[in-house]
């Protein structure tokens, strides 16, 4: 985030238009995927065009990537729910649920990122890169029940819902401050660190305005 300038080369080159604009606060026009609109295909293609290294140009394999890890929710899982007696209501008189497991079907990197326990339960693996085409293509209505956890998140139960919570937040500062100034969303040191990098030429250092915390999950 700290080396991406918003020059939308990587939205202009994915052939699947997976890549999209921030549309709030200090992040607008920064490069995101939103999986549940549209999922990333691993084509690599976004890559090797990034002028300063906030995509890294040495990935090449797709199975290297680490966007995030998917993570599923055995209380909306229509397979959890047939199997799983915990999970069912107290007042259900039967099964509910389905043997679904399309988030296995479509895992570009099966038994990889993602098995079925007893060929039945869909478990995540430690090869999961990210990509979520899993919670593109879960048919749980209104939420998903995969959902992927972006790389260096704090709180994993918000998975799916990160960028929803950071609009919903930006809406509520803002409105506060129309009646305070003082509220108001500041981020001017961190926008003049963006404007002294080069694109022209190698990635410069960015120094963080803050200090990162030690010893929390995936933070680093």
């Known amino acids: 985030m700290a080396l991406c300038i918003r020059c939308n080369r990587c939205l202009e080159v994915c052939p ?13 026009g920064t490069p995101l995927v939103l999986p549940e609109t549209k999922a990333c295909y691993l084509c690599m293609a976004c890559t090797g065009l990034c002028p300063t290294g906030a995509l890294d140009s040495r990935l090449a394999d797709p199975e290297q990537v680490r966007m995030g890890k998917a993570k599923i929710d055995s209380n909306l899982c229509y397979s959890h729910l047939f199997f799983d ?4 209501p107290e007042d259900a008189g039967s099964r509910i649920g389905a043997l679904c497991n399309t988030c296995y079907n479509v895992c570009p990197l099966p038994n990889k990122a993602i ?5 039945l339960l869909p478990v995540v693996l430690e ?21 992927v956890v972006p790389t260096g998140m704090r709180k994993t139960d918000e998975a799916g819902f990160h960028f929803r919570k950071a609009h919903k ?11 305070d100034p003082d509220k108001a969303l500041k981020g001017a040191d961190l926008l003049e660190g963006k404007r002294k990098i080069d694109a022209s030429g190698p990635a410069t250092d960015f120094e963080f305005p803050y200090e990162l915390e030690n010893g929390t999950e995936d933070w680093e």
């Open 16 to 28: 699947y238009g997976s890549i999209r604009r921030a549309g709030w606060g200090l992040t607008i």
């Open 85 to 88: 007696a915990d999970v069912l």
């Open 115 to 119: 098995t079925l326990e007893n060929n």
């Open 169 to 179: 937040h930006h809406q509520e500062v803002s409105a506060r401050a129309k009646t």
């Open 127 to 147: 090869g999961c890169v990210g990509c979520g085409i899993c919670v593109e293509r879960c048919p749980t209505r209104p939420e998903r029940a995969i959902n």
